[in-house]
């Protein structure tokens, strides 16, 4: 059974940093890519970063240059490095794995509070 677990998140000030990271275990299938989604209060969840086996990426431009996704594929696991964090990043953070057969699984979520 496919799992995802998450850590990192919590609240910090406006223009610090925190760090996500997602591990995912439960298969034998290659993940073709891992990545990052957020969901607002009120709003639909959006892609904030993805990162493929071989290293593509693919970035929110709202978060371009301030976060960096990165990935460990001996160890499954998807990180993310936010920095000069604004309130507007204020989300539940989940992460996303999918599968290359199985299709798409999602993390439990995590919150992340920046305050002004």
């Known amino acids: 059974q496919v799992q995802l677990v998450e850590s990192g998140g919590g609240l910090v000030q406006a223009g610090g940093s925190l760090s996500l990271s997602c591990a995912a275990s439960?298969?034998?299938?290659?993940?073709?890519?891992m990545g990052w989604y957020r969901q607002a209060p009120g709003k639909q969840r959006e892609l904030v970063a993805l990162?493929?086996?071989?290293?593509?990426?693919n970035i929110a431009d709202s978060v371009k240059g301030r976060f960096t996704i990165s990935r460990d594929n001996a160890k499954n696991t998807v990180y993310l490095q936010m920095n000069s964090l604004k309130p507007e990043d204020t989300a539940v953070y989940y992460c996303?794995?999918?599968?290359?057969?199985?299709?798409?699984?999602w993390g439990q979520g995590t919150q992340v509070t920046v305050s002004s």
């Open positions: 996303n794995a999918r599968y290359i057969r199985l299709g798409q699984y």
């Open positions: 439960g298969s034998m299938f290659s993940i073709a890519a």
């Open positions: 990162i493929t086996g071989d290293g593509n990426t």
